[in-house]
């Protein structure tokens, strides 16, 4: 797909992030749309196109995010790469997507807390509070189980944007 | 007989057969005839009559119908109007019911210099992530925002400005983690710190255990550290977890300001937090 439809494509799904989304909580939390995104178009398309997707989605998670710069593109070029060395193989069976994408979004959810640690610190000089046990009950397990619920439909509609765009393709070159 | 002929008798035979009426009506004889003529002629014209009266129904009919659709048209584009109107009144009634509530709210708390704003949920409302808890608010340094002011309602604290553009600013919400607030309990006066928490519902830590928290106790800003004005209202205490061996208590704390409803919220642009004052001034 080209970088042209990429960069619009995640920012509107950003977009819809940052207004919409918040609004459909269920156990508290509420799906991460560019996540699940990134990791089903790495695992249709390899660790370069999931590093590429992983990069523009962070950039932008990024920009609506109140947490420092990097906190989501780092996070999310990675669980892209990663998500794309298991391409060959996650699709033989319906529930390794979902599997995928319950552990990309543990990953990605430590290694944001991780970031937001060790960066940037608040107004009145206090550095980011990172809760790690409440947050990996609290939050992260949720949040994993409900991202692995939309893998069980968001990759089959990321196929047909595969199937369609295929010829497109754009690299890093692209950029 | 020619044709001719015939065609050339035709009106004689026509005056005749009128002279010839006349004489039959004037000997009596044309009632019997008229009567027979309308009696086979009755069931023809109740027929034709019907007949004629169903197809200027029909027509009738169609007319209405051509009204009806037409001035359906204008009650449907009326009531689209209408409706409408409805909605924009209604939002302008909600937009005053909370104008009312913030106004309220600063006049009584006379001595902030408050600067109202919305709360942008359309185009960057809300912190993307599950992990923090931001809001981002549609004024700016341009509107005199600063970094630490602190946000609130009409209901209550709902955090401080961390960022500031512009146009915009992000505001850190008291449910976050890193968020701290210096709190009091309004009825026992327990000093307090209320922390948030990851599933977004704050506590209040290091309650001396001497002093009494109770469910249902209101939870105030109380100042202390300077980084909030005081008695802002935070919550009210829906529970205490106290155990003997610690040296604190904890209560958790239920906001009372609704962080998925916010729509409006004040700044309050003459507060300036002590540490800020204090960067400044090095």
Known sequence: MTIYLVIPLLALVGLIQATFVPRLAVWGVFPDLPLVLVVSWGLLRGPRQGLLWGFVAGIIVDLFSGAPFGAATVPLMAVGFIAGLGQTIVFRNFLLPPLAMFLATMFYDLMFLFIVQISGDLPQGTGHIVEWSGSLVRVIGASAVLNALLAFVIPSGMRVLDRRFRHQDVGMAGL | ?282
């Open chain 2, 1 to 282: 007989m020619t044709r001719h002929r015939l065609r050339r008798l035709i009106p004689y035979l026509l005056i005749a057969a009128v002279l010839g009426g006349l004489i039959v009506q004037r000997a009596g004889l044309w009632q019997p005839i008229e009567g027979l003529l309308s009696q086979a002629a009755a069931p023809l014209q109740k027929g034709l009559s019907q007949a004629i009266a169903q197809v200027q129904g029909l027509t009738q009919t169609a007319r209405d119908l051509r009204e009806l659709r037409q001035r359906n048209v204008e009650l449907e584009a009326e009531n689209a109007r209408l409706l409408l109107e409805i909605v924009r009144l209604r939002e302008i009634e909600v937009e005053a019911a909370l104008q009312r509530d913030l106004l309220n709210f600063a006049q009584s708390h006379p001595t902030f210099d408050i600067q109202g704003a919305h709360i942008v949920g359309l185009v960057i409302g809300r912190d993307p992530t599950n992990l923090q808890r931001y809001l981002t608010l549609d004024v700016g340094r341009k509107a005199g925002v600063a970094r630490n002011m602190p946000v609130v309602t009409n209901r209550g604290l709902v955090g401080r400005i961390s960022d500031v553009g512009e146009t915009w600013s992000r505001v850190l919400l008291i449910t976050d983690v890193s968020s701290s607030v210096n709190a009091i309990t309004q009825s026992s006066r327990a000093t307090g710190l209320v922390q948030g928490r990851p599933d977004g519902l704050p506590v209040m830590r290091d309650i001396p255990q001497a002093d009494t928290v109770s469910v249902g106790d209101t939870v105030f800003t109380s100042g202390l550290g300077g980084n909030f004005p005081r008695q802002i209202l935070i919550g009210q205490i829906t529970a205490v977890e106290r155990n003997d061996y610690d040296l604190y208590q904890t209560a958790i704390v239920q906001p009372t300001v609704d962080f998925n409803h916010l729509e409006m919220v004040l700044i309050i642009t003459d507060f300036e937090p002590i540490e800020e004052q204090a960067t400044e001034g090095q």
